[in-house]
């Protein structure tokens, strides 16, 4: 019989291709076995029963091809909270954290109004809300894959401020205002060579690719954004590494003051906001 040592003894198969072998291979006996991690130390002479067995092989043929662990296993960690994530979603990065960090300091009221564009997993809305319990969050999403997956995380971590509506950006919304809109939109360029990396070629394009140039999304969220923003509201982007000068001056031509830009742990330019007037 096969017990979970023999399993965890497969790690070294998974080096070529995951920085985080053994990890990887945990998790992947975690999601067949229902366990966590401390049953695997505990217990690592357990036997693997011949169906979990079978489905350990099959996810991590699926690793063995690059396929990222979170899509294995159907979940990921952002901020404070673990969501589900599936193919139809972008697995939520560390960087995207700065977003809610910045979003945290703003100059808003104990009763905000917020306004998540893409949502995905509906990471940004939730990590949000768990924060800010008495702020109301409207996220929109126009895949309804995605969207299905976003309600679903809301229900399970029963947070009940965040609103989700379907649509392309702004097209559910009516006559509505906010006290901050944040996005992390598509923004990668056609053709960027990192689309085919490990891991990303597994994700949804349309959640990645915006235009020749990446900016096509940023663009007309920083157009059409004022009309959604109440009086000294807030816009807040994140965007590619290298596009931080471009959307500045995006920014700054609608009339944004306040304009700035924050680098990510790595220094690299990844968040810029601004505020609808002078002195916010």
Known sequence: MTSILDLLGRASELQKISDSPVLDTQRIICRIIGRDTSFLHTWPYAEITPNNLKNFESLFARRLMGEPIAYLTGEHGFWSLILQVNSHTLIPRPETELLVEIALTVSLGPHASVLDLGTGSGSIALALASERTNWSIVAVEKNTNALAIAKSNGFRLRLKNVDFLAGDWFSPLVARRFHLIISNPPYVAMGDESL?????????????????????????????????????????????????????????????????????????????????????
Do not use: M
């Open 196 to 280: 085919n990396g490990d891991g990303v070629r597994f994700e949804p394009k349309e959640a990645l690719v915006s235009g020749v140039d990446g900016l096509d999304s940023l663009r007309y969220i920083i157009s059409q954004s004022p009309n959604f923003l109440h009086h000294g509201g807030w816009l807040l982007v994140e965007h590619g590494c290298d596009q931080g000068l471009e959307v500045r001056k995006l920014f700054l031509s609608r009339g944004y003051s306040e304009v700035s830009t924050h680098s990510d742990l790595n220094g690299r330019e990844r968040v810029t906001l601004g505020c609808t007037r002078r002195s916010c």
